[in-house]
């Protein structure tokens, strides 16, 4: 990789609490709580259980199953607060995808390790109103399974001092454009709390998860 590219990289991967202003804010409530949810209630019909378990304060890291390309958007629209996202740093060398995720809140990840940068950014968004939001299984899953869960958010959960807050959805996976065809069901389970046990608290969101949902854990697929 190139020096360019390598700064590049760096810079969508390290935000500070300025970054997250009013107008990221703004822009992410007008996507996701007006536009995405125009779509998840009149075409998927959405159904949210468990709101009184999302923590008053910003000290917790949202953590959601992956079905669909709506998980990201849904789980913005449900919460009370914005959350930025890792994206795969691949994105931002698109100049629209590098906008419009800049826009959203969200930075690069590097998918094979976890930087020092990606810490500092999780750490700083604790100085702000915003939470961060994350799929532990990193990629779109089969419905069904819960499999090849990294132990990243873990990770981050230990060395932020943040809880994790599981996230069970279901539904996404099927594309529907008429109305009232669809069924989006989201439960939100209650906070584990960090430690430094990570493989336990990877083990806690997988059986919360399995509650949530109704799929089941696919042995052996936990990653680093």
Same mark, same amino acid.
């Given at each position: 990789?190139?020096?360019?590219?390598?700064?590049?990289?760096?810079?969508?991967?390290?935000?500070?609490?300025?970054?997250?202003?009013?107008?990221?804010?703004?822009?992410?409530?007008?996507?996701?709580?007006?536009?995405?949810?125009?779509?998840?209630?009149?075409?998927?019909?959405?159904?949210?259980?468990?709101?009184?378990? @999302?923590?008053?304060?910003?000290?917790?890291?949202?953590?959601?199953?992956?079905?669909?390309?709506?998980?990201?958007?849904?789980?913005?629209?449900?919460?009370?607060?914005?959350?930025?996202?890792?994206?795969?740093?691949?994105?931002?060398?698109?100049?629209?995808?590098?906008?419009?995720?800049?826009?959203?809140?969200?930075?690069?990840?590097?998918?094979?390790?976890?930087?020092?940068?990606?810490?500092?950014?999780?750490?700083?968004?604790?100085?702000?109103?915003?939470?961060?939001?994350?799929?532990?299984?990193?990629?779109?899953?089969?419905?069904?399974?819960?499999?090849?869960?990294?132990?990243?958010?873990?990770?981050?959960?230990?060395?932020?001092?943040?809880?994790?807050?599981?996230?069970?959805?279901?539904?996404?996976?099927?594309?529907?454009?008429?109305?009232?065809?669809?069924?989006?069901?989201?439960? @939100?389970?209650?906070?584990?709390?960090?430690?430094?046990?990570?493989?336990?608290?990877?083990?806690?969101?997988?059986?919360?998860?399995?509650?949530?949902?109704?799929?089941?854990?696919?042995?052996?697929?936990?990653?680093?």
């Amino acid at each position: 990789m190139s020096n360019d590219k390598k700064v590049k990289n760096r810079n969508h991967s390290l935000r500070d609490a300025k970054f997250y202003n009013m107008w990221r804010s703004f822009f992410q409530y007008l996507v996701t709580h007006i536009f995405y949810m125009i779509r998840f209630k009149l075409v998927y019909r959405l159904e949210v259980y468990g709101k009184e378990n @999302i923590p008053s304060d910003n000290n917790y890291i949202a953590a959601a199953n992956h079905l669909s390309t709506l998980d990201p958007p849904l789980v913005c629209a449900i919460l009370d607060r914005s959350v930025a996202y890792m994206a795969k740093k691949e994105l931002f060398e698109n100049p629209f995808m590098r906008w419009w995720l800049n826009w959203l809140g969200a930075f690069a990840v590097d998918r094979e390790k976890l930087s020092v940068s990606t810490i500092k950014t999780v750490k700083n968004l604790k100085e702000t109103d915003w939470v961060l939001g994350i799929f532990p299984q990193g990629t779109r899953q089969e419905a069904g399974e819960i499999s090849h869960i990294a132990k990243g958010f873990a990770t981050l959960a230990k060395s932020t001092k943040c809880g994790i807050l599981p996230i069970g959805i279901t539904g996404t996976q099927e594309v529907k454009r008429i109305p009232f065809t669809g069924k989006i069901i989201v439960r @939100i389970g209650k906070v584990i709390p960090y430690s430094d046990d990570v493989m336990g608290m990877v083990d806690l969101w997988e059986k919360s998860i399995e509650n949530l949902t109704g799929f089941k854990y696919v042995e052996d697929k936990v990653t680093t």
